[in-house]
């Protein structure tokens, strides 16, 4: 709700994916090689040139079909007809009245569900590089450049039901998606290298009332920018038809320098694409088997996941925790450290703070970490101490918590009266603790010595440093 | 001229090494010398390419390898099928000078069977005509009058075979334009069943119609052409996965016992002297023992409507790739749709502007529905009236064209006549089923008739059996 | 439908057409063309008076289902051999004039 205001939004998401050719012919489907090196009869559209349909491309878009919930079914292709300079046979083949997926759901973390209208296969098309006028921009060029490795790589859109409320749903679902795209294999979904792009339809209306009329957003690369744009595509809207003026329906872009929208072009220029079934190709109607076994195969999804860890650990599915630790594929590795006998709920914390820069499968063996966070949670390594031996073992990518804690000190004395005993001397020793906080490392001589002197010689010098620069922060 | 005019006597004998391939070609080439001047067959001759590929079959003979069953044989390839290499231009400014970078299969396939390309033939503008006049490179005419066309929209094909330019020539069907030259020019010509043979390197005028298929000067020619270009190709999604066609065994078998249709609502307006030849066929197969049995295709009459529909729908998607921007022609301009709408105005003949148009029209917002929506359920009217055929009959006759060939100039100035030509060709491709045209006898000003065997989807082989019985028993005169 | 063959297609609509189908026709074309066309129509409103309300259109002369290939990386053409045959190339890429007026 902004000022009075109820946002609808709707978003269409195109996704390259992740086969090792087209989705009509055999050259690569490969990003950021030199131009114009994937192409084939096919790709430029040359005369005589037919499509065939890539088997793994249609099992992909299944597996995204399948994963939204959508039910697959037999389809068609069709010829979406305009001329273009990227787009070879000045047709793109995609799916019109008939597509493969439908009617499917996705689920935000806090359980939510956005509907999915469709799911369906199409071409992309080549890229265009504009040449001379102002930063690359289209309009004030001189001319235009175009490589087609691009031309023909497999394509699913994946259109949503303008179930979105808020800017922070919006990056929510896209982030969402996101993940089960990369967790099912799909594709890369990567929006800043174009695999992953996201379209936005937004509108706004007063509760209650009809819906308003909609802008198609366009241009948006990143999660962040998605929201700022439609935050900033409703206040437009709002001080439009506050201002008594009407919304006009039309596409507009997003500029990431400005921080604007802009108008691309309006409903009236709208072509005529003169859709007809795609003659060169015949239906697609996917058996019942195929069908079950790529649902079979699929991997257990981001929602599972966060569910799952949520179980073990106790931690809510939709906080941050296991949100963070889900996405960066950890939950197994947690819940290998839990079934090594550690607590899962210390097991989710450490990896969530500590494992930022590893990747799904760390380089500490999880029953390492598992000991470590015995000794934490039997008393004998404070929480603090605990951070500095999980650091020291991820330095050495491993260890002995017992004896990287031993030589330390840490078990010189009772940790917890060690600590109770710092705790103490800092209580006594205000003036040199606010000194040794400011910065002066001289004070921290005075309460080492005091603590010393209180432990009787027990506490180990070392681990009585290291919990002072703790305490410190 | 040399006594080996088909192309089962040339390969024979260059397998067994009574002639030599290069000797073969020499004679055609020849004969091209002497005439080509006057027919305009090709938009292009290969004779170097012919050459070597002859020397090579010549080597493969010396070598004790067997070149395959086109050993030798000169073939025309209609200038619409790829040719790695060669100029492949569709009788159309758009792609003058245009060298694909690949083959299309049935070039591969003919290739592999030891066929030698002698060149690539004339035609009417991306196969769009009935006549060979709409070539962007001149009039294909008649070998029997050169005053007359050839027919078309492979004119070129059908007169190097009458001319005696190659032994064998390949066309492509759309609406009949194998069939239609093939009856003006006294040649076999033959239109598989759809996804027969591989479209795959054949420029596309109307994909749901298209098909390739070969003009002999024999029936037996036609079979071999067709066992050696059929059969699955992985690189068209609409080539039958099944094995190439096997054909030549059906070419002595009796036609005794067989039913053969006589459309009883055949739409009229043809030459009497066609449909004298017409009513001679059925009785010569009468004579023979077959059946003659009455059927009805009440809407065929809607043949021409759906087809000029369908057809200019597709072509007008198919053939907006030509744009200036890949290969092809280029009309500079100050911005790419300038250059867009310049390059295809120079670039395209009236012909294909107009079906251009009217395809577009067809299909655009608002008419879509009343056009090409309405002419694909028309289609399928007519395939269901050929599937009730089919249960009475085993094949069915008409003539190939309505008239003879007419002369250069007469229907240019009137484009619905002109599509009047393909009224009996039209309805095979619509429901996709094989269609032949055998010389039979002559009509007026004694030029070729030629009579058109149809049969249901896959019946290649009883359609066969029928054209040889057909070309056994056909009028002298017409060869 | 209308009963005159003008009436069946307007200069505006062929003026129309002709811009989607990106051919560039002057006026005198345009008349030329209207004519021809409306011609044409008039012809086919043969099938005007069909009730095909119960027919299914036909897209497919062969009912062939599922033709699909393997996900196999066959070696691009040639990138010299293509762009030499283009109207207009430069660094590996193909090139055209502005952009202008075509989004979309």
């Not at chain 1, 047709?91 to 806090?110: M, R, T």
């Not at chain 2, 970078?101 to 290739?111: C, E, I, M, Q, S």
């Not at chain 2, 999604?237 to 459309?263: F, M």
């Not at chain 3, 691009?76 to 004039?97: K, N």
Request: hydrophobic share 40%.
């Amino acid at each position: 709700m902004i000022d009075g205001y109820e946002l609808v939004v709707g978003l269409e998401v195109h996704v390259e994916l992740a086969t090792a050719t087209k989705l009509f012919s055999a050259s690569a489907n490969r990003f950021g090689d030199d131009p114009n090196t994937h192409i084939d009869p096919v790709t430029l559209g040359l005369p005589g040139a037919l499509p065939v349909l890539n088997r793994q491309a249609v099992e992909f878009a299944m597996r995204i079909g399948l994963a939204l919930n959508c039910t697959v079914q037999a389809c068609t292709f069709h010829r979406k007809n305009y001329f273009y300079p990227d787009m070879p046979k000045a047709y793109q083949i995609s799916q019109y009245d008939v597509p493969l997926n439908v009617d499917g759901w996705l689920e935000l973390p806090g359980g939510k569900r956005i509907g999915i209208e469709r799911a369906h296969l199409e071409e992309d098309t080549g890229k265009s590089t504009h040449i001379g006028g102002t930063g690359g921009r289209i309009h004030g060029s001189d001319y235009s450049l175009i490589d087609f490795n691009r031309a023909g790589v497999p394509l699913v859109e994946i259109v949503g039901r303008p179930d979105i409320a808020t800017p922070d749903e919006a990056k929510q679902y896209v982030t969402e998606l996101r993940q089960i795209l990369v967790a099912i294999g799909a594709s890369d979904a990567k929006m800043e290298e174009g695999s992953m792009r996201c379209d936005a339809n937004v509108s706004v209306r007063k509760p209650g009332a009809p819906l308003g009329t909609r802008c198609e957003i366009k241009n948006v690369n990143s999660v962040r920018s998605l929201g700022r744009a439609i935050e900033y595509e409703a206040r437009r809207q709002i001080a439009l038809i506050e201002g008594g003026e009407k919304v006009r329906q039309e596409t507009r872009h997003w500029d990431e320098t400005d921080g604007r929208t802009h108008t691309l072009r309006t409903k009236e220029d709208a072509d005529d694409y003169r859709y007809f079934l795609e003659p060169d190709l015949v239906p697609l109607a996917p058996e019942a088997v195929w069908i079950d076994a790529v649902r079979a195969a699929l991997p257990m999804l981001p929602r599972e996941r966060r569910a799952r860890l949520s179980s073990a650990t106790g931690a809510p599915a939709d906080g941050e925790a296991v949100m963070v630790v889900v996405e960066r594929g950890q939950d197994d590795y947690v819940l290998a450290v839990a079934s090594a006998g550690a607590d899962a709920s210390r097991a989710l914390v450490h990896v969530k703070e500590a494992y930022a820069e590893q990747g799904a499968v760390p380089s500490v063996p999880a029953a390492d970490l598992a000991r470590m966070i015995v000794l934490e949670t039997s008393g004998k390594l404070t929480s603090t101490q605990a951070k500095i031996v999980l650091a020291e073992i991820m330095a050495n990518g491993g260890g002995d918590a017992e004896k990287i804690a031993a030589a330390k000190g840490f078990e010189a004395m009772d940790t917890s009266a060690l600590e109770a005993m710092v705790d103490e001397v800092i209580a006594a020793q205000a003036d040199a603790w606010a000194k040794y906080c400011a910065g002066e490392e001289k004070a921290m001589g005075a309460l080492v010595g005091a603590i010393m002197k209180a432990s009787k010689g027990k506490a180990d010098g070392k681990a009585v440093t290291a919990l002072l620069q703790s305490k410190r922060g | 001229m040399t006594e080996l005019s088909n192309a089962v006597d040339i390969a024979n004998a260059v397998r067994n090494g009574s002639v030599s391939a290069v000797s073969v070609l020499d004679e055609y080439l020849a004969r091209i010398d002497a005439r080509e001047s006057s027919i305009h067959a090709f938009n292009l001759v290969t004779r170097e390419q012919a050459r070597t590929m002859a020397a090579q079959v010549d080597a493969d003979v010396k070598a004790g390898r067997d070149p395959g069953p086109l050993a030798g044989v000169p073939i025309a390839l209609k200038d619409n099928m790829c040719t790695r290499g060669v100029p492949t231009t569709c009788s159309s400014r758009i792609l003058e000078g245009w060298k694909p970078p690949y083959d299309a299969t049935v070039v591969t396939r003919l290739a592999g069977a030891g066929a030698v390309f002698v060149g690539k033939t004339n035609l009417d503008e991306f196969a769009m005509g009935s006549s060979t006049e709409n070539s962007a490179f001149g009039v294909t005419y008649n070998p029997h009058d050169t005053s007359r066309v050839s027919g078309g929209s492979s004119g070129g094909s059908a007169a190097a075979v009458a001319a005696g330019f190659a032994a064998a020539s390949l066309g492509s069907d759309t609406g009949g334009s194998i069939r239609q030259p093939a009856a003006l020019c006294g040649v076999v010509g033959v239109k598989p069943t759809y996804g027969t043979v591989s479209r795959y390197g054949l420029v596309a005028f109307a994909s749901s119609l298209d098909q390739i298929g070969p003009f002999t000067v024999d029936v037996r020619d036609a079979a071999v052409l067709l066992e050696a270009m059929s059969g699955h190709d992985p690189l068209d999604s609409t080539s039958i996965p099944q094995p190439a066609l096997s054909l030549q065994g059906s070419l002595d078998r009796d036609v005794k016992g067989l039913r053969i249709g006589r459309i009883i609502d055949l739409p009229g307006g043809s030459d009497p002297e066609v449909e004298a030849r017409l009513a001679e066929s059925f009785d010569a197969l009468a004579a023979a023992g077959a059946t003659i049995v009455d059927v009805e295709l009440p809407s065929m009459k809607y043949g021409l409507t759906a087809y000029y529909l369908i057809a200019p729908a597709e072509a007008s998607s198919n053939l907006a790739r030509y744009d200036g921007v890949r290969y092809g022609l280029r009309v500079d301009a100050a911005d790419t749709n300038s250059m867009y709408m310049a390059t295809r105005a120079a670039g395209f003949g009236d012909e294909v502007k107009r079906r251009i148009m009217l395809g577009t029209y067809a299909l655009s917002a608002g008419y879509y529905d009343a056009y090409y929506g309405k002419a694909l359920k028309v289609r399928r009217l007519i395939s269901d009236d050929f599937a009730r055929a089919y249960q009475k009959a085993d094949v069915i006759l008409t003539p190939t064209s309505p008239i003879v060939a007419f002369p250069v100039g007469a229907k240019v100035d009137d484009p619905l006549s002109m599509y009047l030509c393909d009224v009996f060709t039209i309805p095979t491709n619509l429901a996709g089923h094989p269609a032949m045209s055998v010389p039979f006898g002559t009509g007026a000003h004694g030029l070729p008739v030629g009579v058109q065997v149809l049969a249901p989807t896959l019946g290649e082989s009883v359609m066969f059996q029928v054209a040889a019985h057909l070309e056994r028993v056909a009028p002298g005169g017409a060869k | 439908m209308p009963d005159t063959p003008q009436a069946r297609i307007s200069p505006d609509t062929v003026a129309k057409v002709a811009r989607l189908a990106r051919l560039d026709v002057s006026s005198a074309e345009v008349d030329r063309l209207t004519n021809q066309l409306a011609g044409m129509l008039e012809h086919f409103a043969d099938i005007d008076a069909l009730d095909l309300a119960a027919t299914e259109p036909m897209t497919q002369p062969y009912p062939l289902v599922n033709v699909m290939r393997d996900d196999v990386v066959k070696p691009s053409l040639d990138r010299d051999e293509v762009l030499a045959a283009a109207p207009a190339a430069e660094d590996g890429r193909f090139r055209v004039p502005p952009i202008i007026g075509l989004e979309g």
